[in-house]
């Protein structure tokens, strides 16, 4: 990659992990006033005033984000890549942060509140590092494809429509207790299955694309 872009990245992802530090810092504060004895399901009763503040908190988390990625890129495949990166590195090491600080997660497969826009997202911890994972992974194809081809990275109407319907399914798999939200862990059912098919859709179908605009450009440069 060049000097332009390594600088980009390292700098998105220092302010990614900085702030994924202020974001642990104040759920570091919320446990110690609500969870004192250590969170668990099923959740507190929160003032309706901090619910208010935390939806304010996490709708400013998207929107710094994304001005982050607007800011680094110069085309719409650019800035979802660095969106991707910092969205990824961010969640990723909001547990690592979480970890240090307070000895939380107790493991990868531990439950926890995950978004709360527009309902409470619930799931185990692994299910949201594993999706930032595989957009730090697209995000870091789409640099480097784009750098190495000189062209923007291009996703088909379907495969835009594939990838949402993906979204969805995750979305759907997070959304699945948020009814129950009140419930003992143990009363709590994350639907893998739903969780995992949208997950490997989204991959599959990034790859297929990568795959195609790869040997494109070698048929069509008649390498």
Not at 17 to 27: G, L, Q, R, T
Not at 29 to 36: A, D, G, I, Q, T
Not at 114 to 142: E, K
Not at 147 to 154: D, M
Request: aromatic share 18%.
């Amino acid at each position: 990659m060049s000097h332009s872009i390594k600088q980009k990245l390292l700098l998105i992802t220092a302010i990614s992990i900085a702030f994924a530090f202020i974001e642990s810092s104040v759920v570091t504060y919320l446990r110690e006033l609500f969870y004192p004895e250590g969170f668990h399901f099923p959740i507190k009763e929160i003032p309706h005033f901090l619910i208010l503040v935390e939806l304010g908190r996490e709708a400013a988390t998207i929107v710094l984000l994304l001005g982050l990625a607007f800011l680094a890129g110069h085309s719409q495949s650019e800035r979802f890549a660095y969106f991707s990166l910092a969205f990824g590195v961010w969640d990723i090491f909001f547990y690592i942060w979480l970890k240090i600080l307070i000895n939380w997660p107790e493991s990868l497969f531990t439950w926890d509140i995950l978004f709360l826009i527009p309902l409470p997202w619930t799931g185990p911890v692994i299910s949201p590092v594993l999706v930032s994972l595989a957009l730090i992974f697209a995000a870091c194809t789409i640099l480097h494809y784009e750098e190495h081809r000189g062209r923007p990275f291009f996703l088909s109407r379907l495969g835009w429509l594939a990838e949402f319907f993906a979204l969805v399914l995750i979305l759907w798999s997070y959304l699945w207790n948020a009814k129950n939200i009140g419930a003992d862990e143990s009363a709590l059912d994350y639907p893998y299955s739903l969780f995992v098919s949208g997950l490997l859709l989204g991959v599959i179908i990034f790859a297929i694309h990568v795959w195609d605009q790869y040997f494109r450009q070698i048929r069509t440069s008649g390498i």
